[in-house]
Each structure stands twice: as structure tokens, then as C-alpha cells.
């Protein structure tokens, strides 16, 4: 049982350095302070910020789940979190680079701007790309 925990303990850990490392580049790509923007009730940083996280979490679970838990996929859900972190970014500098204007902009915008939704199906779509290379 304590060894479950361990591993349980251990998995959340890399599971929360994951999350933490992609909430930072996801700042660095967008102008401003995420957190702040989301913090002022800003939808448009709540989105992007919502959905990247959510597509992190959704790589990292099927990560564990077809890697194997236990210590042996352990590295298995940092390597591949670490590629969705990856995935995601690309996905994000493609899709602004293919709109005109700077999508990280519309993160300051006060109201809810179509290209924060964009920008949420984008994420979304890289996380399920992942996640299908895993099966």
C-alpha cells in the first residue's frame, strides 16, 4: 500500500511539474502576465489558459494509462508531457503565424473574443493528436 501511495505521490508530482512548466510557456507566449490577466477576470486569458492546462492533463492521463503506471512509466509521463508541452506551443506560434495579428493579444482583450475559442480548439486538437500516439 505505501508503495501505491509512493508511486501515486511521485506521478502527481511530475503530473504538477508538467502542468507548471506548460503554464509558463504559455505566458512567454502570450503578452502580459497570464496569471494576472486571469486573475482580473479576463475570459480570453481564462480560456487559453483553461484549455491549455486541461490538455495537458489529458495528455499526461493517457500518458499513464497506456505507458503503465508503477515506477517504470514514471519517465514515460515526463518525456511525453513534456512533448505535449512542446506540441501544444508549435500548435499555438502555427496558428498565430496562419491568423493575422498576434493571438496572444486577444489575452488582454476585456471581452470574449472568437480567437481565444481558436486558439482553445487548436490545443485541444494537438492534446487528442498526442493522446492517439499513445494508443
Not at 40 to 61: H, Q
Request: hydrophobic share 60%; net charge negative.
Amino acid at each position: 500500500m505505501l508503495e501505491l501511495v509512493g508511486q501515486v505521490l511521485a506521478y502527481s508530482g511530475v503530473g504538477l511539474v508538467v502542468l507548471v512548466a506548460g503554464f509558463f510557456v504559455i505566458d512567454l507566449l502570450t503578452p502580459g502576465k497570464l496569471g494576472q490577466l486571469v486573475m482580473d477576470g479576463n475570459v480570453n486569458a481564462a480560456v487559453i489558459a483553461a484549455t491549455w492546462l486541461l490538455s495537458l492533463g489529458l495528455i499526461l492521463w493517457f500518458a499513464i494509462y497506456f505507458t503503465g503506471a508503477g515506477w517504470a512509466g514514471l519517465d514515460d509521463a515526463l518525456v511525453y508531457g513534456a512533448v505535449g508541452v512542446a506540441a501544444q506551443a508549435v500548435g499555438f506560434v502555427v496558428l498565430d503565424a496562419l491568423t493575422p495579428g498576434r493571438l496572444g493579444v486577444i489575452c488582454q482583450e476585456s471581452r470574449l473574443h472568437p480567437a481565444a475559442l481558436v486558439s482553445a480548439a487548436i490545443q485541444l486538437a494537438v492534446a487528442l493528436v498526442v493522446c492517439a500516439s499513445l494508443t
